[in-house]
């Protein structure tokens, strides 16, 4: 079965840029979405189909896909961007979620 | 915008079955795949399966033999069922909506299930 792979937790200085990865075999091949889960909240969908945005999400946020790697970024970090994110990706006409990554903002 | 609300028992028996309904508001059940989706409390998420609203399904292999998930267009709900359940099911159950190579845009609040004598 199709794996994701995440890092368990990033860092970055309020007002710099984070950027989360997520490795799958060949995941440049296919459309990666990105959920922000803060505690006690449903996930939401910050990137879709790699790069695009939904209306309401803030120009900071970007993705990109290549190879084995695909990665979310987030410019200017503030402090509301501290949460969990996860990666997704259909495989075979199955989901499949990374184990999500814990953004902190210092 | 379309809302999504699951209900169904917060607390089930260890060896019972766990039934859950998604109720689709604000929008149509048409055209999209059903899904739901778990979170062992501290954990990541896990994708249980999906329903498409003519009736087809597809599971996560690991919950396959004790999954089914159904749709009732007429009442624009779709439903969970696991039976056998074991204190490893106990999460918090989401229901969203999707598409095949499509993101999950829209997600209900989350209903947590306990399992538990």
């Known amino acids: 079965s199709y794996e994701l792979t995440q890092p368990l937790s990033v860092s970055v200085a309020l007002g710099q840029t984070a950027t989360i990865t997520c490795g799958g075999d060949?995941?440049?091949?296919?459309?990666v979405h990105w959920y922000q889960q803060k505690p006690g909240q449903a996930p939401v969908l910050v990137i879709y189909?790699?790069?695009d945005r939904p209306s309401k999400i803030p120009e900071r946020f970007s993705g990109s896909n290549s190879g084995n790697t695909a990665t979310l970024t987030i410019g200017r970090a503030q402090d509301v961007d501290e949460a969990d994110y996860f990666c997704?990706?259909?495989?075979?006409?199955?989901?499949?979620f990374g184990g999500g990554t814990k953004l902190t903002v210092l | 915008q379309v809302h999504l609300q699951e209900s169904g028992p917060g607390l089930v028996k260890p060896s019972e079955t766990l039934s859950l309904t998604c109720t689709v508001s604000?929008?149509?059940?048409?055209?999209?795949?059903w899904t739901w989706i778990r979170q062992p409390p501290g954990k990541g998420l896990e994708w249980i399966g999906y329903?498409?609203?003519?009736?087809?399904?597809n599971y996560n292999p690991s919950l396959k033999n004790r999954v089914t998930i159904s749709v009732d267009t007429s009442r624009s709900q779709f439903s969970l069922k696991m039976t056998s359940v074991t204190a490893a099911d106990t999460a918090i159950y989401y229901c969203?909506?999707?598409?095949?190579?499509?993101?999950?845009?829209?997600w209900g609040q989350g209903t947590l299930v306990s399992v538990s004598s």
């Open positions: 969203a909506r999707g598409f095949p190579n499509v993101a999950f845009d829209f």
């Open positions: 604000a929008g149509s059940i048409s055209s999209y795949y």
């Open positions: 329903v498409y609203y003519g009736g087809s399904t």
């Open positions: 060949n995941i440049g091949n296919k459309n």
């Open positions: 189909g790699n790069n």
């Open positions: 997704q990706v259909w495989d075979s006409r199955s989901v499949v």
